[in-house]
């Protein structure tokens, strides 16, 4: 009979114990959501996974990367340690959870990156390894827990700075291995050993540290700037602890603090320089730059909480109404400009033929060779690339390159237009940056070669150092002294550690790629999109009229003669995708990735094909024999997405409710494309006598679902599968074959 006041009772404790759950996640919300975070991003997505692997293929990259994550779990559990001293009325009613939980986000850290490590493809542990590895991580905290305090309680202080010493001995020694093999299992073997090392310092320190204070070993200067700050930090005017017993805890705690002050010093330093300057950057690489600000912005935010609570003024709020204030005056993401090669001349985009005019030019240098009588077909290919970041980027221009040296530079002479967004524009300009120099005494292998040596490079970390940096107070601090993390993609990918020719061409004036008259060179296109209206915009060396490309904006009309922008600019100018770039403002344009409107560039090459199938019309209805009528038009797209499209699944109704419009835009990304790209091949299909063909080359295989990385860095694993795709695509084998029997392998100079 009994029972019911029981149940009662016990439902009162778990909703009691439940709320007091809540209000400890709610004081260490930050420190939650960015292990947790980190975890998903790591783990659950191709890209963090590629991260961890560019990491693991440098072993001198082992140190920045045990460096940062140790910091990292530093200064989470010491930031969230400082917090929980002003927590005085959850400690008096459930001071376990203030001890613990600091400790908690800490070890979790490690777990987080061990779990991330066990979902690399090279272990194949699957989901439940990896969730089994989380239960372990649980399990093994508990128990390492309740075990160390027992022998904090249990043995003297000599006996504990004993074992804290052995602590320390093999806390150095389990770094140091996994630092020096800088391995997958030698990670996944080690970080428990050093989670436990660190922990044990943790749970005995305070004993130690009190022991030492009362035989007078270890007296600490109570004076100085840390000793005000810790003695700030730790002063709580609505608590009820006594001023001896303040003064006990910061005694105990001043040593550690200027300890941690050291560390956090030497850390951020090394994250500044990742900051402002870019080879540092890329000897650090991503992984480790992203955990040193990961440990920065946790500090800093924990800070700005703590010091919330003390002045009762929510600094949260404040910052976000400065963002406001200072952006509606202010404009902190300006497009980079630079200078035309001749100042006086201006930039001469006002002087870019049109389509008309170039094409006039671009025919008139290969008539001699069309109008010979033994060639039947004279193929000509307009080239598309799909957006993908490096991706995109190094599969575009490795087949395009392949394609120019299996031919003997037959291929870029056929080369009618380059057409991308994103990733596949920065293909596109590497090959074509490649063609400038044709003439040179550089070989159609060495293209290759540079092509796939320069987009082999990391154009990530420094971005992402500009992202977690200085980019978070852009919106209070505006002034273009310090660019921002489009910029410094644009920078990264103007100076590369090898020396490639295509990277001097990314840093010098787009104007100097849209040379006129000669038509020796093809047309490009680089899109974009304006964010205000979602209008379609191009950058191309040739003027875009109306009459052809409709609604399209010309980017470049819209600058003042006497700017101009470098290469990577435009290239990035297509390529603002959030969040990694945010759109760039050029005048009172702003412009973001051109996959919004279309992810492949298929739009503009239809429109243009339309204008040169009517050109041709023209002069075949005076002539039936017109040599004009030999031209075969050939599309060629580099597409890097799984053939399948995905199922759809259903929608949980707080998504429905709250994020349908988000959906639909997403969705519609896709779907714009993909009907862009249809009639395009409809059109094609149209002309009559095989004029015209699609041909595409796709990075995966019939089956297989998404597995390459879609980001600005790709690890030298997946590069290498990259290269085996490409040397074994059949389709260009097949491509290669018919150019070389139609036109032959002898190079045609111009």
Known sequence: MNKGPSAHTAIIAGLRWMALLLRLCRIFLPGIIVVAGTGILMAGFIQGRDVIQITLESEWRG?????SLVFWSTVTWYSSRLIAYNQDDL??????????????LGFACFTVVGFALLALPSLQWGHTGRWIWIALQILTYSVAAGQFEQIRDKFPEKKLIAFRNMAIFCTMVFFSIAAIRNEQVTYILTLPFLQASLLFLVVTRRKIREAE???????????????RWLRYILSNPQDQRTNTYNERILRDEIAIFRIFNIVAFV????????????PTARVISTLPIVMLALGVLLGVGNLISLYSVKTRINLHVLFIGATFLIGSMFEPHNVRRTWPPEPSAGNNYANRPDLQGWFKNWIASRKTEITDTAVKEYPVFLLLADGGASRSAYWA???????EAQTNGRFSDQLLCLSGTSGGSLGNVAFFATLTQKNGDTGYRAIEKQCREYLSQDFLSHTMARLLGPDLLKPLFPLDVIYDRAAALEQAMEHVPVDNPIAERMSGPLSGLCPAGSGALPILFINTTRMQDGRPAVISNIKLNDSVFGKRLDVLSTLPTHEDIRVSTAVVLGARFPYISPAGRLEDNYFVDGGYFDNSGAGVVHETLIELKRIIDDSVRLSPDHWLSKIRFHVLHATNAPLEERGVDKVHPVVNDLFAPVKTLLGAYASQTYVNNLRLIRFLKTMPGGAAGYTRFNLYRPGEQENFPMNWAISRENLKRMDERIASDSTLKDLTKYMNTVLGSTQVSR
């Open 213 to 227: 204070l009362m035989r007078g070993d270890a007296t600490p200067e109570m004076s100085g700037r840390s000793y």
């Open 397 to 403: 221009a490795g087949v395009w390159s392949k394609l």
């Open 63 to 67: 140190f920045f990367f045990m460096t």
């Open 91 to 104: 400690f008096r009613e459930w001071p376990a959870g203030l001890f613990h939980a600091p400790r908690i």
């Open 267 to 278: 850390s951020i330093s090394i994250w500044l320089m990742a900051i402002f300057h870019l």
